[in-house]
């Protein structure tokens, strides 16, 4: 290879790396119209980086197609009717097949805009998602929603009554999981009440657990196969009039808002101490009344832990409890081999913070971790791994 051609390679390695690193902040958002930033009606495509955005579907603007899944119909039969038109509070993003999930106000439905289209291209999934639903009542918005890494989307209504599992393939099924619980630590702060937690938006993280961000700022854990929500703390140092409305991960791992009232801009947060500062931008600020992207909390944890031991599909089945836990908790190692195991612990930014080589020398044993003196509260990951096997176990852990 001539120095002239090892010149060109690396270049193009950088030019790819610095793509990836910009796609990988990329997100989209529905947002305010110029003359109305409170009609969430819009679709643009944002930097988390740099606040710069562009319009993906300005709606009364754009032509557009639709179809309806359920009854076939396509835009030679079905009625013009923009379904972004009334305002849009709840999106998701399908990365997979490109598309952009959302539940219109007003509608109790579930739709998606195909984003690998040139022209915009719209397709109503289901109708009546929620049953007999009041419309005319705040509580039965669908206002949160998040494709999880189980691979299936979720989306919440504003009291948190109903809780919606939807698929993503040819023939897409959407069930009402029911109502959410709330953890018996919650106390006053409850999942479904009216001053705390409607409205906002869902993150997910990479180890099957949802996070939901309310309006006025609180923070929950949602396990999604018992529905019990878990309250982990409150945003602070946010604008005052600022409603956290939208959420993202960006690419280093942090959590992203927006607000759909405020013409503030996007804060990071914080989930060790639930602080909020502002990302800098000498780009016009919008309202945006919720965020999306492919990118999940603890990805970065639990990718390093994945090429630390290199496994893939060999993993160790370990309890762990109390979780939520004050600070000390137990690992139950029933059924597992003997040998040494390496216990860690890490940040959702992936920074370990505990790390312990114990010796298993029977299968019903139980070892009991102390947490560092002044822990934080907040979500950690905790993960094991036989030395000899290569077996690993990971499990999300709330702090409190």
Request: aromatic share 8%; glycine share 6%; net charge neutral.
């Amino acid at each position: 290879m001539t120095f002239k051609s090892t010149i060109s390679v690396s270049l193009l390695l950088l030019f790819g790396t610095a793509l990836n690193a910009q796609n990988a902040n990329k997100a989209y958002a529905i947002s305010g119209k110029k003359n109305n930033p409170s009609q969430w009606s819009d679709i643009r495509a944002i930097d988390l980086e740099t606040g710069k955005s562009s319009l993906i579907f300005e709606s009364g603007i754009n032509n557009f197609k639709i179809q309806n899944v359920e009854s076939k119909q396509s835009s030679e039969n079905i009625p013009q009717i923009n379904p972004t038109e009334k305002g849009v509070a709840a999106c998701a993003l399908d990365v997979k097949h490109q598309r952009l999930y959302f539940s219109p106000m007003n509608m109790s439905q579930i739709c998606y805009i195909d984003l690998s289209k040139t022209e915009p291209s719209f397709v109503v999934v289901k109708s009546d998602v929620i049953a007999n639903a009041n419309l005319s009542k705040q509580e039965d918005q669908i206002s949160r929603m998040v494709i999880a890494a189980d691979g299936n989307g979720y989306a919440l209504n504003n009291n948190g009554d109903h809780f919606i599992k939807f698929t993503l393939g040819k023939n897409p099924k959407v069930e009402d999981l029911g109502k959410l619980v709330d953890d018996n630590n919650n106390k006053e702060i409850s999942i479904h009440s009216i001053c705390t937690s409607w409205g906002g938006d869902i993150v997910a993280d990479a180890n099957g657990k949802l996070v939901l961000i309310t309006a006025n700022h609180y923070v929950f854990s949602i396990n999604p196969v018992n529905r019990v929500a878990t309250l982990l703390g409150n945003i602070k140092n946010l604008p005052i009039k600022y409603t956290t409305n939208g959420a993202v991960v960006n690419a280093q791992g942090e959590l992203v808002v927006c607000s759909a009232n405020a013409m503030d801009g996007l804060y990071t947060v914080n989930l060790k101490d639930f602080t909020a500062k502002k990302i800098e931008s000498s780009e016009p600020a919008f309202t945006a009344s919720d965020l999306a992207n492919g990118k999940f909390l603890n990805e970065k944890a639990k990718s390093n832990t994945i090429s630390v031991t290199g496994i893939d599909d060999k993993y160790l089945s370990i309890g762990l409890y109390p979780n939520p836990t004050l600070g000390d908790f137990n690992l139950s190692f029933d059924g597992n081999e003997k040998g040494a195991y390496v216990i860690t612990i890490t940040d959702l930014l992936g920074k370990t913070i505990f790390s312990k080589k114990i010796e298993v020398e029977n299968t019903l044993q139980v070892e009991k971790i102390q947490l560092p003196q002044g822990i934080a509260k907040g979500i950690y990951i905790v993960s094991a791994v036989n030395t000899t096997t290569k077996k690993s176990y990971t499990e999300e852990l709330i702090v409190q």
